[in-house]
């Protein structure tokens, strides 16, 4: 089961582009990578899922490099809103996919 | 909206008390799971339904007793808590066990008193 490794926290300004990377090196072979984003008193919202290379969708981009033992979500132009903790996730179908979240990076996006 | 409906939103309960958890999904979803999260802790995976059967349970100790009657409602059976359980209580769902994005609900926020 691979673990995870992410910044605790991150601090940004509007506007900005956000990467928040998270280590994987055990990633196995069939496991895929995601990421979720949680507000203070809600459940985690699914935001995005790669496996390699480049995945981007309305929300945001995930890089992913070729031995894929890290991946970098990219959150374009940051508003206040974009506050919150995000997790990433790294698991598979064989076996189970076992869903483990971290600690996650926590991030703050100030005026 | 997510889609995933949670009641109480929140429950102040004593530890002789028994109480339960409810968790409601419209979107046709097979798997069902509860996470604990407490305060300045990650999420922790605590059961998972899949087509109404218990497929996972992460050492869970049995004063919490899950239940699943159909793919659209999932309960979580509480008794005799204790104030160390005290947290929010999140239902998820997604189409099948495995990759597929998982839908969580707003949560039961639980003190035990």
């Known amino acids: 089961l691979a673990k995870t490794t992410q910044p605790i926290s991150m601090d940004s300004y509007e506007g900005q582009e956000v990467n928040i990377t998270c280590s994987h090196n055990?990633?196995?072979?069939?496991?895929?990578i995601t990421w979720y984003q949680q507000f203070p008193s809600q459940g985690p919202r699914f935001i995005i899922q790669g496996y390699k290379t480049k995945v981007t969708n309305e929300v945001a981009s995930l890089f992913i490099p070729a031995d894929r033992k890290s991946s970098t979500l990219s959150l374009p132009r940051v508003s206040l809103s974009d506050t919150a903790v995000y997790y990433c996730l790294v698991g598979g179908n064989t076996g189970g996919f076992k869903t483990i979240f971290g600690a996650g990076t926590r991030l703050f996006v100030k005026a | 909206e997510t889609g995933v409906t949670q009641t109480p939103r929140h429950l102040v309960m004593g530890m002789t008390n028994k109480k339960s958890l409810k968790c409601e999904q419209h979107?046709?979803?097979?798997?069902m799971y509860w996470y604990k999260q407490s305060a300045k802790k990650p999420l922790e995976l605590m059961f998972v339904?899949?087509?109404?059967?218990?497929?996972e349970n992460n050492s869970v100790p049995s004063r919490f007793s899950p239940e699943c009657p159909n793919s659209s409602h999932l309960f979580l059976h509480l008794h005799t808590l204790q104030p160390e359980d005290s947290a929010l209580y999140l239902c998820?769902?997604?189409?099948?066990?495995?990759?597929?994005?998982?839908?969580f609900g707003p949560g039961t926020r639980l003190t035990v008193t």
């Open positions: 998820a769902s997604s189409l099948d066990r495995g990759l597929y994005e998982q839908y």
């Open positions: 339904y899949s087509l109404e059967e218990r497929v």
């Open positions: 055990n990633i196995a072979t069939n496991d895929y």
């Open positions: 979107l046709g979803h097979n798997a």
